[in-house]
């Protein structure tokens, strides 16, 4: 028994007898029978003003890491770069980012220039225009990104933090992604973005796809889902 969002279903599909729950946790098939029927319940946001007051406190809270802590996490992005500098080198431009939290008085940038990479610790105030990409996040998200397996997919899947692009061209390159490779718990170098071609090789066969139309698009290439206004 196929599930889904019933009115989306109902949309696409006003004929079809499949029958669509907008389930919850908890909620039970067994034998294409409902055994447990759970459903999901829109949210009232001043309901949960009222029941989960501490909770929300406490979710609007974060700690500022002070200087030292920020150059401990600042030699773990330096060790990452260190395992991964062929893979970051494939990328042929040059690029600076800044790494902020909500409340610190410190900041981490990493810098690529030619095929050399450098990762300091500044002080604020910070001129964010000096910057191709600011990420900015709270210190319990960052410092398990490069310490747990999964901690960076809190970035890089969920809503961990926000990303602001200094222009269209550095959102279109998807430069953002090259902070995915400094801010996860590396154990060795991926694999190059060339595959086991050269990079003229790869250039040419993108170049023809991207004439006829094959561009590759995934969910993490901002043109497949950015709107600009313009």
Known sequence: MPVGRPMSLKKTNPGSETQAVDLAPGFCIDGGKIINEILFEPISNEALRVERPRAIKAANQSSCPDRGQMEEFARLVQRNVDICIDFLRERRRDYR????????????????????FGVIVVDAPFDEDRYDTVFTTRFSYLRRAPTTQYGHEGIFVGSGGIFTSRDRATADQNLYRELWVLLQNVKEAPHSRYGDQPKWLFDLKTGIKALLGRKLRTLYDLGSWIVYKD
Do not use: H, N, R, V
């Open 97 to 116: 980012f800044l790494l902020t939290l909500k409340g610190a008085e410190a900041a981490i940038e990493t810098e690529k220039t030619g095929d050399g």
